[in-house]
């Protein structure tokens, strides 16, 4: 067992100071110290994607982030994009266009389309392939998934041209 | 009546019944990250369960020595065979009538093998006295190819199973062979195979792969001391069955163990066996009266748990110069590993494999499979597939395609005239099944006009012209696949896993206001059985889906059953659902007649409530009967309004499909592109559309990565080559094709509902029509067979053997 460190990070907008090894990694943080479990953990090697959270404005696979790494950090994970009275667009869509099976894969897939929609606001059906090729789903075969985000860029725009 | 009145159109769409393209009900939770997997499951003072695991394939284990790992603070306990042994724990009954060793026992049999269980008080100090336990081991000469196993001369494997000439399924020839199993009538079909004017002769090799859900396996067990109950939340396909055994292992009465399946992150036959770490973390929790949790990381659900495949298939076909196949025969080398783990109804050790006479209508055929032990991982599971259907279709469609080359015909027509034709319908097939329903010519006729296959013959024949005048060095490949599938499993006469029957169960209850909850014996993975099965009860009650609550997997509320894989879900436990429904029904008339003041026999049923025959006008809803259930005294009748149905199905169900896949290839790196997927289904009645599309995309992915590059690869000396995602294939959304879906609906006679099960028939039907793409494209060159997976390298490699790299 190494040394503790003291460490502060935001989480969904709230700071939360703790205590631990530097070698814990940042998804153990969020799923057992924070009570986050929507990301989840499917390789321990960054292939599947299935822990994505945002850090600091980027996709981050949290299964392989040192927590010591997070230290200062702004997080978001899948319970900060909507609640229950005020779905994110994402959340709604995968729904909507059967974009989710199981789910194992859906908060690492919702947040890394989320930050997607943010560095490309309005991407082709080959974009959105390439920009989610680091989250693996093994029960939808993507297409409805492709079909979810694309729907969401194309209403959020729609809402943003209104405003 | 006035305006407000629904239609009897409106009142059949509110109930979002059969055929309705329902959104689902899981995906609320699923979308907000607030699932409940069992790594999700926190309890107070739970420890941490995890394997000190074996280097190598095959050693005797001399000495294994904890001390430093029990020192470490946080360990709590390290348990080895000798610590199971008193309990006789130390090696555990497969599902196929095999032993295994739950941690080894003298001596280890594949790479990866549970040598210790570490339990501590948090995952990373059970990671570090991994490290510290010191393992002493003997290398021993590793056997990983079933042929070499069965050389005279090859290493025992199995010592514990010395001298013993009879397994589970008959007599064992040598000391590395599990079983032969047999079925047909082999000397009619050698006297047809020698009579016949053509004769093709191939080995098919389908390779050994995994079906790696997203979720790994894992459980948490937790033995209250106090009330005598152990409780196990789990990763389990079949919970019920996961019960019975714990019971008869541990010798903890049935009613004190409750087996929890939460929300399942994927299955595809992973979940459905009983595993080292589950005995493991029950025994743990036992011994420290603390709940357990155990969850494999990715390495270790790759080299450990439950492999598929792995059927070496040489095939005889014979036929006659017009084409008409005469006859068909099969022998299978099954490469089962250390140990026979397969997942089977008992009686049949290799699965459903003798449905691998197809769609054709064959006389006479043979099959006979040996099983054998190697120095890799146990399993042998069906992923996403009927018990080793997919390997009988995957045969089936290869023998016809290398039929058509030995006939010179086309590979389209070479099926159509060998269809068995709707008018055969119920068939009974030469290796012993009554097919139920089918009309492929239909299904057939429609997806080759989808595809224009006239016109893409003739493209590829133009392609192939250019390619030989050098102004292209990519070739297109047409594949072609009809399967025919068998799930459903099964009926009780001769199916049973571990000598419980394969029935299914599903028990409603009413409340009083009009809504509903229904429990099953099956659990989802995915398949979305809450929005589902919703469905069915709501067509057969009359109440809304959306006022139906389905709850599966917990044995403590949830009727018996067998649980969900091999596609049976539907065709069992749906079964079960609409008889239930139907009880309900037939009560609810009972109870409609008195309110009404008329006989039962003057209603009938309309959508969602009792009419006066003739007097429609007059009616009860189901809504208004349930009230009355509860809070009317109706004389002769049970107050209340709920019904459980136990379903032992008569026969299996039976889907189909015509896929078409349409693959550009480039001869110099190997390289292909899916430039077109048709998949076309009859799953008979469609329950959700919806639903039945994403199986049908998911289920074609997992297809498209077995067929071009998903694989669990050994060295020599059985080190995993694959363990890890970096080389184990899963396709991103970039490299998985598009698909086009389409159906017919042929009902089943004999179901409820007439529906068959879809989940599997993508990955059955989608690995012949992406091999045979590989293969059509350079069928012109020569190619016979080469084996899967089809990546890069592989394809390369035809073309190099075949000349073509100039």
Redesign the interface.
Known sequence: MGKKMQISLTVNGEVHYILAEPRELLIHTLRERLGLTGPHIGCETSHCGACTVDMNGRSVKACTVFVAQADGAEITTIEGLGSPDGLHVLQRTFREHHGLQCGYCTPGMITRAHRLLIENPNPTEEEVRFGMAGNLCRCTGYQNIVKAILAAASEMNAKEAAE | MNDLTPSREERIANLKGLGSSR??V????????????V??I?MAGMLFGDFVRSPYAHARVVSINADAARAL?GVVAVLTAADLAPLNLHWMPTLAGDKQMVLADGKVLFQGQEVAFVVATD???AA?AIELVEVEYEELPVVVDPFAALAPDAPVLREDLNGILSGAHGPRRHHNHIFLWETGDKAATEEALGAAEVVAEEVVYYHRTHP?????CGCVASMDKVNGKLTVWGTFQAPHVVRTVASLLSGIEEHNIRVVSP????G?GNKVGVYPGYVCAIVASIVTGKPVKWVE??MDNLMATAFARDYWMKGRISATKEGRITALHCHVTADHGAFDACADPTKFPAGFFHICTGSYDIPVAYVGVDGVYTNKAPGGVAYRCSFRVTEAAYFIERMIEVLAIELGMDAAELRRINFIRKDQFPYQSALGWEYDSGDYHTAWDKALAAVDYKGLRAEQAQRLAEFRAGRTRKLLGIGLTHFTEIVGAGPVKNCDILGMGMFDSCEIRIHPTGSAIARLGTIS????HATTFAQIIASEIGLSADSITVEEGDTDTAPYGLGTYGSRSTPVAGAATALCGRKIRAKAQMIAAWLLEVHEGDLEWDVDRFQVKGAPERFKTMKDIAYAAYNQAIPGIEPGLEAVSYYDPPNMTYPFGAYIAVMEIDVDTGEHAVRQFYALDDCGTRINP??I??QV??????GYAIAMGQEIAYDEIGNVKTG???DFF?P???E?P??TTDHTETPSPHHPIGAKGVGESPNVGSVPAFSNAVHDAFRPFGLRQSHMPHDHWRIWKIARDLGLHG
């Not at chain 2, 899981?26 to 997997?37: A, H, I, L, P, S």
């Open positions: 959104k689902r899981e995906d609320v939770r699923f979308t907000q990250g607030k699932g409940n997997y790594d999700d926190k603070p995952r990373y100090i570090d790696c859900p997203l979720e790994t929300d399942i992150g994927g595809f990381d990715r993975q995915g398949q979305g919806m639903v599309e994403g995309h998911g289920g074609a992915t997992e890890t995602l970096m899963l991103t959304a970039w998985t598009h698909y």
